[in-house]
């Protein structure tokens, strides 16, 4: 498997997982973490939503948590989920 088929294989299986969050969750951290867009900061998050930065900080620790349940689930139950 070459490189590019490594990146289309893990680019799905992140939006599968991305798709598990709310609306607002994923869009945190599509935002936060670059995912089709330009990285942003928490700040910048929260002038967009127009709420506290604490706030931001909380919907993306709440998604991160549910990230990686998801991926534990998966890779306890299947060694190929996407």
């Given at each position: 498997m070459n490189e590019q088929e490594k990146q289309t294989i893990n680019g799905i299986a992140i939006r599968k997982l991305?798709?598990?969050l709310t609306p607002q969750e994923e869009t945190v951290i599509?935002?936060?973490y670059g995912i089709g867009v330009p990285k942003h900061t928490i700040r910048n998050i929260s002038e967009e939503f127009n709420c506290s930065t604490d706030r931001v900080r909380s919907i993306w620790k709440r998604?991160?948590?549910?990230l990686r349940q998801r991926m534990k689930f998966?890779?306890?139950s299947s060694t190929d989920w996407y």
């Open positions: 991305l798709i598990t599509c935002l936060y998604a991160m948590r549910k998966h890779r306890l």
